[in-house]
């Protein structure tokens, strides 16, 4: 069934792939987003990749006159909630502003859901939510709470609060969707991520490496209890990643209540093997140098997508050589990302 779906956060990096991908299954979709990390030329390129047309409107989540008005203005069926600051040393300097943005306007958002009696969402939570895991591959079962930083706090709590609304309001309808490592950018190369200033994750790291722009990786920490002492991660492809949300959505239409899926592959990667994956798919030197661990990091993460593809017959399709060539299309396409 057709649906027209509000995505926040829609300009950002899985946002914009994840409105082409609800465009592509013929939904309709109105974006909001304070650009506050984003440009408006990465949806005017969704708009050119989709042929299609939609609303965007420019403000910000904990603005509630202009939500009242959105949901005044369309007739909203669901909501993709990414709107977020999401730089974890970031968030270590600065938790007011992390709770205040992450925190306070998602209450903001959801108040004003409330009010319009749309009581449809998918929230963008994290793997962090799970801390230090006891275990590897983790499952949606495992205990959460071990957060290290405001912006993994601020995660768990909206998680929280969501339960929370379920219980007040058997009729709310919520995915915590858990991503795991997000990367690779949409196929034709024209949208992907584009972090300001130095990036903090490893893959826009070794893109820009590769590319030129930085002369080589740090590796934080080849000590770790993993096969070759460098942090392992569950990398999923950012268009894997969009789809499951597409997929999350229609579930919800069977039902009320909360529900929890990790959106990962169940392979975990190293630092080492990740750098030289994208030396293979670029076809560039990636040089790196060990240094010291970073303060928070975990040894190792994936995830046990099962859940995700029993419940919603999704399951990531792309692998490790497709995140890192897709990624480099985008990255050599775009060396100054959406700044032309
Ligand atoms: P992004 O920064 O590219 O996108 C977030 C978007 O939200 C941006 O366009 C930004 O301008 C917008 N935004 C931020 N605060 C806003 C506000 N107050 N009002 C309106 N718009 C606002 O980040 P992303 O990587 O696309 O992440 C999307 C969501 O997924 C975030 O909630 C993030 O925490 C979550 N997430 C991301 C990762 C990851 O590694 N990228 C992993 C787990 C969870
Ligand atoms: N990492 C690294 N150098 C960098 C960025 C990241 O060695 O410049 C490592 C980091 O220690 C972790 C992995 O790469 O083991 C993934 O880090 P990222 O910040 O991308 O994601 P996280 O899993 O920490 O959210």
Redesign the pocket.
Known sequence: MKQTILITGGAGYIGSHTCLEFLAAGHDIVVFDNLCNSSLESLRRVKELSGREFPFVAADIRDRAALDALFKTYAIDAVIHFAGLKA?GESVEKPLLYYDNNIAGSITLFEAMQAAGVKTVVFSSSA?VYGDPASVPIREDFPVGATTNPYGRGKLIVEQILGDLAISDPEWRIALLRYF?PVGAHKSGRIGEDPRGI?????P?IAQVAVGRREY?????NDYPTPDG????DYIHVVDLAQGHVKAVEKLAAGPGVRIWNLGTGCGYS?VE?AQAFEKASGHPVPYQFAP??AG?IAQ?WADPALAERELGWKARRGLDEMCEDTWRWQSLNPQGFEE
Not at 217 to 221: I, R, T
Not at 230 to 233: I, N
Request: glycine share 8%; with cysteine.
């Open positions: 974890v962090t490592n990036p903090n994750n490893l893959m790291y990786l740090n590796v934080w920490g460098t942090g392992v991660r630092v990740m661990r970073r990091d993460c």
